[in-house]
């Protein structure tokens, strides 16, 4: 959430900034808005003091054995009015934050302006693409060939945009989850998280999924949330909670399954795995100083391409520009795997500084003894595992149809060194 503070002074510079990301602009109906609320709310006090100085003078008249008739009816006619603009106030209050809340992040000024994913900006590529001397297949050919993907027994199951992982490759997908948060832990400072799977609805507010996105969630009957990635449940850790500057900052990671609804997707990878309802990912969350926000989020993006880097997977790193960014987002660097079947790079991670956006909605500040303030907060894929099975499958295939395990996985597949047809 933007500050308001800050809305009032540079209304001209939101409206360039949301216009960066296509939308209208809305300075002037905020405006309006938090005029009426703070008009109420000097009224209010003022009327507040008159009741306090009213109390005063009949108190003082009475003790004088002096007429209290008209002061008494002036009391009675302010208390009357209190609550009619206690509700006014109310009435604009919740306007204002309804207003807000629906309000995007500022983008950075280092971030692209564009429309769309076709302004992003490739900052480097790394990696050498694989050389096939046979057409390379999809990763669902490829997994129901080996018989370890199996989607028709996941749609008789869950519906569509669901897949059963089989053995070896089931057991790939738990080699992945456990190397990746060794490498995040041992190798980049993050704690080890193990965190719930359903939220409240305070817990996707927080971290912007609600309300604007409520669509592209699961709610429970009890108004529980399933949370459509770990950034939820890690970031909200800290809210409504003051953190001394000096334990900044916090790295956090966890494993978790993930649920979206796909709501907006409808067609679109309907086969495979690449956009299903259910996924598996590692999450990485830091929790920083506002001026090291920058710095964080090369060290976690670096943190993620370090995983593409062990399993040798060639990949692309891409500055979002402001049309295809995320809500909380005021600068995002997507990790791009290549897809071979595909013949191009797919999205495997998406690594982005939030600044204060998120603190401001969770009351989340940190203090010492010269300054306080809302933290920034961060979050990045570590990576998505089930795009990672897919990215592996059709990297590491061969003309037989067996798959290489990326030698460091092996160690977590007991010594496996491919993956064979039955």
């Not at 002096?66 to 009391?75: C, F, M, S, V």
């Not at 992003?120 to 050498?128: A, D, L, P, Q």
Request: aromatic content about 8%; proline content about 5%; overall charge neutral.
């Amino acid at each position: 959430m933007l500050d308001i503070k800050w809305i009032r002074k540079n209304p001209s510079f939101l409206d360039a900034a949301l216009a960066s990301r296509n939308l209208s602009p809305i300075s002037s109906v905020l405006a309006e808005i938090d005029c009426n609320k703070r008009s109420i709310a000097a009224k209010l006090q003022l009327l507040q003091a008159r009741k306090n100085e009213l109390s005063d003078l009949i108190g003082r008249a009475k003790a004088a054995e002096k007429d209290t008739d008209l002061l008494e009816r002036e009391a009675m006619e302010v208390k009357l009015s209190i609550p009619k603009l206690e509700a006014e106030e109310s009435k604009f209050s919740a306007q204002l934050q309804e207003l807000l809340s629906s309000i995007p992040n500022i983008p950075l000024a280092s971030v692209p302006i564009g429309v769309d994913e076709t302004t992003n900006k490739c900052i480097r590529t790394v990696g050498n693409l694989p050389q096939f001397d046979f057409p390379p297949k999809a990763h669902y050919e490829i997994g129901e060939a080996l018989g370890m993907l199996d989607f028709q027994n996941a749609v008789k199951i869950s519906g569509s945009r669901f897949a059963i992982m089989r053995g070896p490759i089931a057991q790939m997908e738990r080699a992945l989850k456990s190397f990746m948060l060794d490498m995040h832990t041992q190798k980049f400072g993050y704690e080890e998280i193990s965190v719930p799977f359903l939220v409240k609805p305070d817990s996707m507010y927080g971290t912007g999924q609600l309300p604007k996105f409520k669509e592209d969630s699961f709610v429970t009957t009890d108004g529980r949330w399933l949370i459509p990635t770990a950034e939820v449940s890690l970031t909200n850790i800290v809210r409504d909670m003051s953190i001394p500057l000096d334990a900044l900052p916090l790295r956090m990671t966890a494993y978790s399954a993930c649920f979206r609804s796909e709501a907006g997707a409808a067609g679109r990878d309907s086969r495979g795995m690449f956009r299903n309802h259910q996924f598996s990912k590692v999450e990485l969350v830091s929790v920083v100083h506002p001026s090291n926000g920058e710095e964080e989020l090369e060290h976690i993006t670096g943190a993620a391409e370090s995983i593409l880097q062990k399993l040798g997977l060639p990949y692309r790193v891409m500055l979002l520009s402001t049309g295809d960014m995320g809500f909380s987002a005021a600068k995002t660097y997507d990790l791009e795997v290549w897809i071979p079947s595909e013949n191009t790079y797919r999205e495997i991670s998406s690594c982005s500084l939030c600044g204060q956006f998120q603190a401001r909605r969770m009351s989340a500040r940190y203090k010492s003894s010269s300054e306080k303030g809302f933290v920034a907060t961060l979050n990045g894929s570590g990576l998505a595992i089930g795009r990672t099975v897919v990215a592996i499958l059709e990297n590491y295939q061969l003309f037989n149809g067996n798959v290489i395990i990326p030698e460091a996985l092996r160690v977590y597949m007991n010594g496996m060194k491919e993956l064979r047809r039955k």
